[in-house]
């Protein structure tokens, strides 16, 4: 049986189900490629999305190769005074994201959600002795197309003593609105 969603989670009810598509990444230092992706939204009843996401190379055929990454999280939302930052000029916190990566980090975002988009910030990246020396990311998730049938992303990352560049992008599609 389905969980009724919890009604502070409104304001994200739009990324929610199962989306698949293809996106493109690269790095310095690191060979441009391909991949699928499948990025699920859940909600169990409770104040906070469930997220997770897997991706593949694309192999040359066009089919899905090896398996590239994957991250795991929770989205939740941020109300009332909470929302609001110290500095009036600076814009609400609508939502506080916590992802954790296979690579040995975990990062914890801020963001605000204006209408079908939603714009993330690292607050704190920490990582395990061996992890990946990640060090900052910003994320841009958004809905479009006639009837905002395309979720896109594109994901910033300082790591290994870079700046903060383009590492990937990706246009999905909603193949699973149950959530």
Known sequence: M???MHPELAKLSFLLGRWEGLGVAGYPDTEEFQ?????EFTHDGHPHLNYRSQVWRV????SRGEPVTSESGYWRVRTGKAAQQEDPDQPPIHVE????HPEGYSEVYLGTVFAH???????VVVRTETGLPAAASHRLYGLFGDNR???GYAWDLAANSK???PYMSAQLQRVDRKS
């Open 163 to 165: 700046e903060l560049q």
């Open 59 to 62: 192999n040359e055929d066009g």
């Open 117 to 123: 988009r939603v714009e993330l910030h690292t607050d």
């Open 2 to 4: 389905q969980s009724e």
């Open 35 to 39: 991949f699928t992706q499948v990025i």
């Open 97 to 100: 994201v916590l992802i954790s």
């Open 149 to 151: 049938e395309t979720l």
